[in-house]
């Protein structure tokens, strides 16, 4: 395949010497998605700078971007392998694994396709055992294909096989109505979501829609924004405000509102309100098993709030019920990330995740990483 000559000036734009014109970044991004063989070089040094010339594309992408693909987990694991020796053959293995990626996603465009003239329980068991056996075998390349439940080297050491998680796929939402989920619903992305968490200060309509559309399980506490639900609740939905129930083997504890602020919503708390109710809620676990999942609107202090925000502050009773109870999953909204709050953390052996907008969120995933965390703590 030919290659297309692009030329980066010192004033930073781009001239396509194919069609003899001046390009932005965008015309390049669509090149790259059409499969052209593009190479970026410097207009005085003829130096090579496609490598820095696509990590900007994606920079700009991942601004734009509803849901990330480079998470920050990603780009620390990333930083950490340069001048790492696990560094070495990371490149051949990520291309071919994302090599991969893609062909499974094809394989399914493609099953799908088939439902229309296939018998559908046929469909749904390629659909659930096939895409996942494969997979499996391609997230451990050292494994030739052995038992996917076993870590590497686990045959060897005579260690335990892994223990696999619940395989769920958890919507989380909040603060923000999507595209994808409501003026162009973007059923490929949604079609294996098991149920769905909304943390608050969404209105009734758009999550009537998110039941009518996903027909699933779906469960909300209230933002500061909600007063409206008093009278009007979303239909469909179960309220778990200050409530701990038990769903497909998650047990979820959920606990609405904000930090006091003007009073205009029974939704607003003052910090002792709140940890009244965290007793209370912990008072029940003390004949229960703990929970899994503890889902609020608002953050907890000083983990993912806004500084020097009285209405986005976080509430300090929730990080006691972190440290108390170590849920594997903390999920809340409230904190806007377009304010500049992160999407996820890291707190003691919980995961935090802001559902701003919305997250899908790999349970499986959650329980590994949460796993991870606690065994870093016992060191
Ligand atoms: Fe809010």
Known sequence: MSVRLIKKYSNRRLYDTQESCYINTDDLRKMIIGFENISVVDAKTGEDITPATVIQIIGELEAQADQKILTKEILFQLVRLYGNPMGAGFAEYFEKSLDIYVRQREFLRDQMQRLINANPLN????MTVNPMKMWEEMSNPFSDKKSSTQEPGAEKSGAPP????????????????????YQTFNRGLFQ??????????????????????????????????????????????????????????????GMGGSPWYNGKSPYQYHEAQVFWDVQKMR?????????????????????????????????????????????????????????????????????????????????????????????????
């Open 123 to 126: 469909f749904m068991e390629q």
């Open 162 to 181: 892994a223990i696999r998680y619940n395989p769920l796929k958890i919507l989380v939402i909040s603060d923000k109505i999507s595209d994808n989920l």
């Open 192 to 253: 294996d979501i098991s149920f769905v968490i909304s943390c608050g200060d969404l209105p009734a309509y758009y999550l009537n829609y998110i039941v009518d559309m996903l027909d699933v399980p779906c469960f909300y506490v209230p933002g500061n924004h909600d007063e409206r639900f008093i009278s009007e609740p979303p239909m469909g939905w179960t309220p778990i405000q200050n409530k701990i129930i038990s769903h497909k083997g998650v047990r979820i504890a």
């Open 283 to 379: 008072a029940r676990l003390l004949w229960t098993r703990s929970v899994d999942i503890l889902a609020t609107h608002s953050p907890a202090y000083d983990l993912g709030d806004i500084k020097n925000s009285r209405t986005h502050s976080g509430f300090k009773s929730y990080r006691q019920f972190l440290d108390k109870h170590s849920p594997k999953l903390f999920v809340y909204g409230h904190a806007h990330i377009s304010y500049g709050a992160p999407r996820t953390l890291e707190y003691r052996s919980t995961v935090l995740i802001n559902a701003f907008n919305y997250w899908i969120i790999d349970w499986d995933e959650i329980c590994r990483r949460s796993e991870r965390l606690e065994h870093k703590l016992e060191l």
